[in-house]
């Protein structure tokens, strides 16, 4: 009997959730400029609306992780979507402390959407995929930023901000009931999954979250591992912050460019992380299937993706013209999100049966860099030399994501 392939419809139904939750979540992006003005903001009461979602996102990681442990990941991640959802909507409903009120809903109900996704790959899905599946999922984040872009740039210009919110508000509700509906904790008590599926799955993936007992929090804070992995996410997810918070202001400031064309030029970026989420993905499995050595096809990779992307944005900074300067921010952003996939698969290796947790513990980390860089950009430019001083830092985070894969050590027998 062949197998049936009911775990690459889950796969495809975590893509859609990290596609929509990145929809909404940096919808606020390219419309940055036009809400600043109609309320009358400071960039710095700018900053801290947008970075009003990251402080909840990144403190709610392990309670949310927790809960879905708990719970189970059908119940929870459909009800967080519901939450993120009506969340979006009180973006349009009132002046910059309710938008910052519901900026920071959000990023408590979008708190769960990694380690609960964490959780699921490592039920449905082996080893030798894991890097895979995780770019996968990692690239459907930013598919979400590149529709969003572009097409809140064109909503603002067509019937304002507010609607576009309420708009923004509807697909996560539909995904939610869908999701409840069809989707199942255990593979084996799924309708879709047949006989061989289920053995298949069985015989690759025994070692699933879903049965983990506490964590060992004191092994893992003694660990160098999860130190390196927890800082190198800080840079990370604090550079690719840029292109969902003033990315787009920078084209139109600093560049000269008009606020569609700002929203289509960010979507550049965002498309190459894509890319460069799924083709990590590919090319880590690939390597270690070559190699049988998780050091070179995880950490190896990622310590020259990082370093290359460093690279090309020191390069943009002496190009004129902005559509060439943005095509090569947008290569460094396709080195960098190679690593993206290579951070899945080692937090599953790493944590084991605690994956969840180690996944919710290194997001947490890193969405701490994403909501500090959005509050240093104004001081950036306002007291340390302007949008280049922005861009110094922007390529310095990757220089520091790159040095702290060199340390890190399969904890596991290769």
């Known amino acids: 009997m062949k197998p049936s392939n009911a775990r690459f419809i889950v796969l495809g139904g975590l893509c859609a959730a990290a596609a929509l939750a990145y929809f909404t979540r940096n919808g606020v992006g390219p419309a940055e400029s036009t809400i600043r003005s109609d309320l009358h903001l ?5 900053g801290a609306m947008m970075s009003a979602f990251f402080w909840p996102y990144a403190l709610c990681q392990l309670p949310a992780a927790m809960l879905a442990q708990r ?59 894991q890097a895979s599946v995780s ?17 809140t740039a064109w909503l603002v210009f067509r019937c304002s901000w507010r609607p576009m919110f309420l708009i923004y508000a509807v697909p996560g509700l539909v995904w939610a009931a869908w ?9 084996a008590r799924h309708r879709a999954v047949n006989e061989a599926e289920r053995d298949w799955i069985k015989a690759h993936a025994p070692d699933t979250v879903g049965t983990a007992s506490r964590p060992p929090w004191l092994e893992m804070l003694a660990s160098p591992a999860v130190w390196f992995l927890c800082l190198q996410q800080f840079c990370r997810a604090a550079g690719y912050i840029f ?22 030029l960010t979507s550049l970026p965002v498309l190459a992380d894509v890319l460069g989420c799924m083709a990590g993905g590919v090319l880590s499995d690939a390597v270690l299937h070559r190699t049988g050595s998780e050091r070179i096809a995880r950490q190896g990779l990622s310590v020259v993706s990082l370093a290359a992307c460093a690279v090309l944005i020191a390069a943009a900074w002496s190009v004129q013209r902005p559509l060439l300067a943005v095509l090569v921010i947008s290569a460094g952003m396709f080195c960098a999100a190679m690593v993206n996939p290579c951070f899945g698969a080692t937090v599953v290796r790493q944590g084991g049966p605690h994956a969840a947790t180690l996944g919710a513990i290194g997001n947490m980390c890193g969405n701490f860099g994403a909501a500090a860089f959005p509050l240093a950009v104004p001081w950036l430019v306002n007291h340390a030399g302007g949008w280049n001083a922005v861009l110094t830092g922007f390529g310095a985070l990757y220089v520091i994501g790159a040095a702290c894969w060199i340390p890190i050590r399969d904890r596991q027998a290769e």
Not at 135 to 151: D, E, N, R, W
Request: with cysteine.
């Open 42 to 46: 400071t960039m710095a009461e700018s």
């Open 71 to 129: 719970l189970g990941a059908r119940r929870m991640l459909a009800l967080y979507a519901v939450l993120w959802s009506l969340a979006t909507a009180g973006m349009a409903l009132g002046d910059v402390r309710v938008m910052t009120a519901a900026r920071a809903c959000m990023g408590v109900a979008q708190a769960g959407l990694v380690p609960v996704g964490v959780m699921v790959m490592a039920r449905w899905f082996p080893r030798a995929q």
């Open 135 to 151: 770019g996968a999922f990692s690239g459907f984040m930013s598919a979400g930023s590149i529709i969003g872009a572009p097409l």
């Open 179 to 187: 999701f409840v509906w069809w989707f199942r904790d255990d593979p």
């Open 243 to 264: 292109f969902g918070s003033w990315f787009a202001t920078y084209l139109q400031e600093a560049r000269g460019v008009t606020i569609v064309g700002s929203g289509w």
